[in-house]
């Protein structure tokens, strides 16, 4: 099946600092979207992204569908942003989301 | 809308009972998902519906019991509790438009449960 690799596992930024965080997948995806998993747990969806380009105030997010990767930049971090971000595909008839195992992130003031 | 609800927010139980989560959308979603995540991992599915009265296994289902009655209600029903099962369980849903799939997954609060 699918695998979904995710880089950085760890992530450390001065708020403020800009970062890109990665998402590999090792086959064609109908569906790619990125999560960010708050410290209370709770999921909330960034986006939904399965080819081209999309922002969303300081984040945007890339997916070269081809290459088979996707980008989420983070822009001026603030310490809200703290958390784990994951990302998420599913391909073909199969409606199940495959998860990567996420990118931690801590933003410190 | 209230999106995805979820009820309860945490429970403890003991070994061999058993309990039912609730899950309830809003949106008029045809598919529905229970996924279950350990700690430090990502999300596994346990099971899904793409419709009233229509269920079929993820890739963790056994010791779990789904039903759909209703295009709103996906209870997830555990039977006979075991510390396997100790983990925060997610309920999803999502649509499908027009010709071309869509399968962007809106998720609940989640319900953080024990075994002891």
């Known amino acids: 099946g699918i695998q979904v690799e995710q880089s950085p596992p760890d992530l450390i930024l001065q708020e403020g600092a800009n970062s890109t965080l990665r998402c590999n997948f090792s086959d064609s995806v109908n569906n790619l979207q990125w999560f960010h998993q708050n410290p209370w747990g709770q999921l909330i969806n960034l986006f939904y992204?399965?080819?081209?380009?999309k922002q969303n105030g300081r984040l945007s997010a890339t997916t070269v569908a081809t290459e088979r990767y996707s980008l989420l930049y983070i822009s001026s971090s603030q310490t809200t942003d703290s958390g784990v971000y994951f990302c998420?595909?599913?391909?073909?008839?199969?409606?199940?989301?495959?998860w990567g195992l996420g990118t931690s992130l801590a933003v410190n003031p | 809308n209230a999106g995805v609800t979820q009820t309860p927010k945490f429970r403890i139980l003991k070994i061999g009972q058993s309990m039912t989560l609730q899950c309830t959308q809003d949106m008029n979603h045809n598919y529905m998902y229970w996924y279950r995540q350990d700690p430090g991992m990502g999300l596994k599915l346990i099971y899904y519906s793409v419709g009233a009265g229509i269920t079929d296994k993820g890739e963790v289902p056994n010791g779990y019991n789904v039903s759909r009655s209703t295009t709103e209600d996906f209870p997830l029903r555990l039977e006979l509790a075991a510390p396997s099962q100790t983990s925060v369980y997610f309920c999803?849903?999502?649509?499908?438009?027009?010709?071309?799939?869509?399968?962007?997954?809106?998720f609940g609060p989640g319900t953080r449960l024990t075994v002891l």
């Open positions: 999803a849903s999502s649509y499908s438009r027009g010709d071309r799939e869509v399968n962007e997954q809106f």
């Open positions: 998420a595909v599913n391909a073909g008839n199969n409606r199940k989301l495959i």
């Open positions: 992204i399965p080819s081209g380009t």
